[in-house]
């Protein structure tokens, strides 16, 4: 594998479900994100670990629970999520504390909550 | 604060012909500024960035940009386009930062490009 990878592609849940979503870099980058891209509206950058710190998390609701065991895996733990939390998660990664720090992104998580 | 608009959300344009795509931003300090290109069913890809420098700067797949300070803008623009352009762009800026990190990327709304026969 290469590159950022994700899984699941899609996941379909229920209200009253639990689900994790799972991030895995191939790049030997030291930081990791989470976004939210929903129709119509700017990609949403939900949390930001460096070094296995999160150093951003930007008002997302405790529904939803990053955790970043090791530098090259990040994932999102979701419970009790709403209809509009329905869009697509997509994680990315980079080498903080570089001039050139290009994020580079998975191909994202089409999430559905019923 | 930083903010990024995109003028036009859709973009039709028939094969071979030209291209801009327009990206305006707004910012309190020196900003790096990208485009990003999003595929169908698929994440991110940069296309270029522009960090310091020339302000004409040249990506992948022929597309380039231009930074203009004065206007606060960072154009894309492609002399032809193919079939194959046909995907979603998406401006970002980031704010320059001590030591170069620039983690917090804003994005714009995003263009659609369609590319017709």
């Known amino acids: 594998e290469t590159g950022v990878t994700q899984t699941p592609r899609h996941l379909v849940m229920g209200m009253t479900n639990k689900k994790s979503l799972k991030c895995e870099q191939h790049l030997g980058h030291n930081a990791m994100y989470w976004y939210k891209q929903s129709a119509k509206k700017p990609l949403e950058l939900m949390f930001v670990y460096s070094l296995e710190e999160r150093v951003e998390n930007n008002s997302v609701p405790s529904r939803f629970s990053p955790e970043c065991p090791n530098s090259s895996h990040l994932f999102l733990h979701l419970h009790t999520l709403q209809p509009e939390d329905s869009a697509l998660y997509l994680c990315?990664?980079?080498?903080?504390?570089?001039?050139?720090?290009?994020?580079?992104f998975g191909p994202g998580t089409r999430l559905t909550v019923l | 604060a930083q903010s990024v608009t995109q003028l036009d959300s859709q973009v039709p344009v028939f094969e071979e012909a030209p291209v801009e795509l327009r990206c305006n931003y707004s910012s309190s300090v020196s900003v790096y500024l990208f485009w990003y290109v999003q595929y169908p069913n698929q994440g991110l890809q940069l296309l270029l960035k522009?960090?310091?420098?020339?302000?004409l700067v040249k990506g992948i797949n022929g597309f380039e940009a231009e930074f203009n300070k004065s206007q606060t803008s960072f154009h894309l623009r492609k002399p032809s386009v193919h079939i194959s352009d046909t995907a979603e762009y998406f401006c970002?800026?980031?704010?320059?930062?001590?030591?170069?990190?620039?983690?917090?990327?804003?994005f714009g709304k995003g263009t659609l490009l369609t590319v017709n026969p």
């Open positions: 522009y960090l310091s420098g020339s302000t």
């Open positions: 990315a990664s980079s080498l903080q504390g570089h001039r050139d720090d290009e994020q580079f």
């Open positions: 970002a800026v980031s704010d320059h930062r001590s030591g170069g990190s620039n983690y917090k990327l804003t």
